[in-house]
């Protein structure tokens, strides 16, 4: 498999058709990832893909291939997302009982249902944190934050679901992976 900053280096010296195996290779991760930003919304997930995918070529001569690509994409879907929200707020109104996660996992359904009362942003640090285990420093310089406010922000949000989650469950305990770890 030919690595992804030579599939960069090809598609910006010998042509855009060499594009085409970075879209396939990483189209179900991108996807997947839309999929639990939108709570699901398979439209709207696959608009923030394709503008993804649009973004990152236009810009593919200012990636750094000494980084990860696919960190890299990873905030270039986050930002098509959050510019969607901004362009449309009516975006997050939704019912969850009405739409699809990117799986079928009844564990990814339960977690997008747990974060839902969260703000997008909020609940985009939550998935980077805990669905795709980023680390502080790196949800950082992927949403160009300072460390100590996705730590803060974190924070905020796991008393926010704690606060939810005593309110609806008085006997049961908080979930575990809501605790904010470097």
């Not at 929200?85 to 997050?92: A, K």
């Not at 949403?143 to 974190?154: A, E, F, N, R």
């Not at 939810?164 to 469950?169: G, K, L």
């Amino acid at each position: 498999m030919i690595p992804d900053g030579d599939l960069v280096r090809r598609s910006l010296s010998q042509g855009s058709h060499h594009f085409g195996p970075l879209i396939q290779r990483h189209t179900a991760y991108v996807f997947a990832l839309a999929m639990r930003m939108s709570q699901g919304q398979h439209a709207v997930a696959e608009d923030t893909v394709q503008q993804t995918f649009l973004n990152a070529f236009s810009r593919l001569k200012s990636f750094d291939r000494s980084q990860d690509f696919r960190g890299w994409l990873t905030a270039i879907c986050v930002n098509c997302y959050r510019d969607m929200l901004r362009r449309d707020p009516g975006l997050e109104q939704l019912d969850l009982s009405n739409v699809a996660v990117a799986s079928s996992d009844s564990d990814d359904r339960a977690f997008v249902e747990l974060i839902a009362p969260l703000q997008p942003e909020a609940r985009i640090l939550f998935i980077l944190r805990y669905v795709y285990e980023y680390k502080v420093d790196e949800i950082a310089t992927l949403m160009t934050m300072k460390p100590g406010s996705v730590k803060s922000k974190l924070s905020r949000a796991t008393a926010q679901l704690r606060a939810i989650h005593a309110e609806t469950n008085a006997d049961s305990q908080p979930a575990e992976c809501c605790r904010v770890k470097d």
